[in-house]
């Protein structure tokens, strides 16, 4: 069964009907268990399990330190290009903006990671906009050689490729993917994917699952939350993190919890998803995989991302810019939204400290 057959089997499911059945007792029995059922999952994501934040912190951070230890890795997102072909309701590098767009040369890109690299982060991810013409693979790939030189890890967030694509970028030192359905109901996808190649819904769920299949090493995905119903985007994620894990057992799964952030240009229709409701999300996702990664970008404000620490997180980007060029250049390029964590490499690294956690710069070296 593909991940599409799996989720298409929950699109009728009564939600409502669902969470006005569970009970505190259910929520307390759940946590108490070693392995959690689909069920299980939206249990905890429920309404009802609000009110048990506490009691599901305290599971999730006994898995965490089992799972993980008191580590958290460090790394940063370089943006090698804003062109892009699409028209996203929620993105500021959408084709219609009068933006400024940018690509970076192969020199250009030495002088990021060199920036980059006197921080002391060894894991890069490298980001684009969506346009073929633009920055092909062909230019990725040439960037990926340029990398190598300054980190042990090179991942990737760059339109959907083909298994053979997936195959090149590795064969030339990608190791990562990270790639965001965006949204997984379908009819939600289609009302802010409003032209481009990302139209295609089924491509971009299936590009996770073809990365694999050509032998990555991690992948990272998760949905722009904001955009349809939390609880139920929060639900199909995790499913679609548990269905990787389990058909790929070499391949490092993770999940980032992204929310709407300002940008440029106006997308209004959302699900608010608050603190307290991220926090139910992670918490949720720790307790049903164990031992898969969770990422907290520089999206979220500072204090806030401290205090989620200790609830399970294995990982958070440091030293953020979301403009083209931005570690290097001293000019002011389009960032792709607002980020809320403005602080160094050093800052954060002192913060993960003083929660008792380690920073971790390196965890993986290629052969």
């Not at 590098?93 to 400024?100: A, G, P, R, S």
């Not at 399970?312 to 060029?325: D, L």
């Not at 809320?340 to 390196?362: L, M, T, W």
Request: one cysteine or more; charged letters at 25%; glycine letters at 6%.
């Amino acid at each position: 069964m593909s991940f599409l057959e799996e989720s298409l089997s929950y699109k009728g499911l009564d939600y409502g009907a669902f969470f006005s059945s569970i009970t505190g007792s259910d929520i307390l029995r759940i946590l108490q268990q070693q392995k959690l059922s689909h069920l299980d999952f939206l249990t905890l994501l429920s309404p009802k399990a609000s009110n048990y934040l506490e009691e599901m912190a305290q599971r999730a951070h006994e898995l965490s330190v089992q799972y993980f230890g008191k580590t958290i890795l460090l790394y940063t997102p370089m943006y090698l290009s804003n062109h892009c072909v699409n028209r996203c309701a929620y993105c500021s590098f959408n084709v219609d903006h009068d933006i400024k767009r940018d690509k970076l040369t192969l020199e250009e890109i030495e002088e990021e990671a060199k920036a980059i690299a006197k921080t002391g982060l060894k894991h890069i991810l490298i980001l684009t906009g969506e346009s073929r013409k633009e920055t092909p693979v062909s230019y990725i790939l040439e960037a990926t050689k340029v990398l190598k030189k300054y980190f042990s890890s090179i991942s990737i967030e760059i339109y959907p490729l083909s298994t053979e694509e997936y195959m090149q970028v590795i064969d030339a030192g990608v190791d990562g993917l990270t790639i965001y359905q965006e949204a997984y109901d379908e009819d939600v996808y289609k009302k802010v994917h409003l032209a481009g190649p990302k139209k295609d819904y089924h491509f971009r769920l299936e590009a996770a699952e073809r990365a694999c299949e050509a032998k990555i090493r991690s992948v990272n995905i998760g949905a722009l939350l904001g955009l349809g119903q939390w609880r139920q985007e929060a639900f199909m994620t995790g499913l679609h993190a548990n269905y990787l894990q389990n058909k790929y057992m070499d391949v490092e799964v993770s999940v980032s919890l992204p929310r709407m952030r300002p940008h440029i240009g106006a997308f209004d229709d959302l699900d608010f998803v608050d603190d307290r409701d991220l926090v139910q999300i992670l918490l949720a996702l720790r307790i049903f995989l164990p031992h898969g990664g969770i990422t907290i970008s520089t999206r979220e404000m500072a204090n806030y991302r401290d205090h989620l620490i200790p609830l399970g997180v294995t990982k958070m980007s440091a030293g953020v810019t979301t403009a083209v060029g931005g570690h290097s250049s001293q000019e002011e390029g389009t960032s792709q939204f607002e980020i809320g964590d403005h602080r160094s490499v050093e800052e954060i690294k002192e913060a993960i400290i003083g929660k008792g956690y380690q920073p971790i710069f390196k965890n993986w070296m290629p052969i």
